[in-house]
């Protein structure tokens, strides 16, 4: 199985003019712990509509999940002038591709969220995204690397512990595609989401950014409750992900209201 070569140029759009309750946000401290597994971990979470997006990797085909952690900061109206919220999140989710449409895209296995407005993705939207408590203690030096990223979340659904460390000689590892750019586009760059919302039925979001600039960091300690339980990823698995990307700060539009899929989701 050889990965198709994947282009920024090719996957890069003007932004789509937000309007209604769509949002912008920065995201902080950006982290994409992805780790690399067998698809078959996945067969009763991926539904049928989708296929995982696989690489070859240690000699095996491997379908790769990321946890991205950040803190929503200055996160507003696109549109109107509205107050600012700041709150810590973490998604968990994995890379597929759309059989309808081709779209290389996530599937959420699930959100935690240090909010109150939390009641309007649960409840409103019926979206899997849950309660949590997070503490980050990071620090970077002169130059904008991590000497120090920790973050704690405490979560009757999702637990979790992290700490990374950054230096200039932390290496790429993109292993599985045809180079640098592939690996990146690949991690970096699905603009739509799906998951199953708490009502058992198929939702979807999209997003825009522009190109993100993470670099690759290092795993010190690791500690995905949600990711043992679901026997995604073991506790002595989570030490050893196939990669590390931190970037201090980037910027996010998204698109609201979620659309479900038996709907006639409108055109943005």
């Given amino acids: 199985m050889t990965f198709p070569q994947l282009k920024f140029q090719d996957f890069l759009q003007p932004r789509p003019q937000p309007k209604g309750i769509d949002v912008q946000c920065k995201l902080q401290h950006f982290a994409l712990i992805t780790y690399a597994l067998d698809?078959?971990?996945?067969?009763?979470i991926i539904p049928a509509r989708f296929k995982l997006d696989t690489v070859q990797y240690q000699s095996k085909e491997q379908a790769l999940m990321s946890v991205v952690p950040f803190i929503d900061v200055d996160f507003t109206s696109a549109v109107y002038p509205f107050l600012n919220f700041t709150m810590g999140q973490t998604n968990y989710r994995v890379y597929v591709i759309d059989q309808e449409t081709q779209e290389r895209c996530v599937w959420f296995i699930g959100t935690t969220l240090d909010s109150w407005t939390l009641i309007v993705p649960r409840y409103l939207w019926q979206l899997?995204?849950?309660?949590?408590?997070?503490?980050?203690?990071?620090?970077q030096?002169?130059?904008g690397l991590y000497t120090q990223y920790k973050m704690q979340t405490q979560s009757a659904w999702a637990a979790a512990e992290l700490e990374l460390g950054q230096s200039a000689d932390d290496a790429?590892?993109?292993q599985g595609f045809p180079d640098l750019e592939s690996y990146q586009v690949f991690l970096t760059h699905p603009l739509a989401g799906f998951y199953h919302r708490?009502?058992?039925k198929l939702g979807t979001y999209?997003?825009?950014h522009e190109r993100l600039n993470p670099k690759p960091a290092k795993l010190i300690h690791a500690r995905f409750e949600l990711l043992q339980r679901l026997n995604l990823v073991s506790f002595e698995e989570q030490l050893?992900?196939?990669?590390v990307l931190i970037e201090p700060v980037?910027?996010?539009?998204i698109y609201l209201p979620p659309c479900v899929i038996a709907d006639e989701c409108s055109k943005k």
């Fill in 39 to 44: 698809p078959e971990r996945f067969k009763n």
């Fill in 128 to 139: 899997p995204w849950h309660a949590a408590d997070f503490t980050f203690d990071c620090q």
């Fill in 141 to 143: 030096d002169d130059s």
């Fill in 172 to 174: 790429w590892n993109y």
């Fill in 198 to 200: 708490r009502d058992g």
């Fill in 206 to 208: 999209r997003v825009w």
């Fill in 240 to 243: 050893n992900p196939y990669s």
């Fill in 250 to 253: 980037n910027e996010f539009t």
